[in-house]
Each structure stands twice: as structure tokens, then as C-alpha cells.
């Protein structure tokens, strides 16, 4: 996603995300454009609503922090 990714593409992606079959789960960590330049009116959603998606859809957003999975 960049700060040209329309709300019905961000909806998608977060959904798509969430279906993958993992063993550990799917994680999401936000990149340069995830949360946009421009406000948030500008694509018709903001980092809430990201969020907010990718939780509903099982993804664990991860925010300055870590995980450690199946250590040894």
C-alpha cells in the first residue's frame, strides 16, 4: 500500500493478507508510504482504519515492537 492505495484496495489487501495459511500467524509492520503523506481525507481513510482492518481480518500488526516465533 502507498498513499495512493484507495480505501476498497486497502479493504482487499487486508483481507487477502488475512486468509494466507501460515504456521505462525501473519504479521503486518508499517513501511514509508503505509501511513500516507497527505491527510487522511486524501484517500478516505487514515492509520486507525488500517489498523483497525488488519486486526479484523487476524493480522498482528506490529508497532515498536518484536515477536519472537519458534525459537531453537
Do not use: W
Not at 35 to 47: A, I, L, Q, T, V
Not at 48 to 66: I, P, Y
Amino acid at each position: 500500500m502507498d498513499e495512493d492505495t484507495t480505501k476498497e484496495d486497502m479493504i482487499s489487501c487486508c483481507k487477502t493478507l488475512g486468509s494466507a495459511k501460515t504456521k505462525y500467524g501473519v504479521y503486518y509492520v508499517f513501511g514509508n508510504h503505509d501511513k500516507g503523506y497527505y491527510p487522511d481525507s486524501y484517500r478516505g481513510y487514515g492509520e486507525a482504519d488500517l489498523v483497525k482492518e488488519l486486526k479484523d481480518n487476524n493480522v498482528k500488526v506490529l508497532q515498536d515492537e518484536n515477536v519472537l516465533i519458534d525459537f531453537i
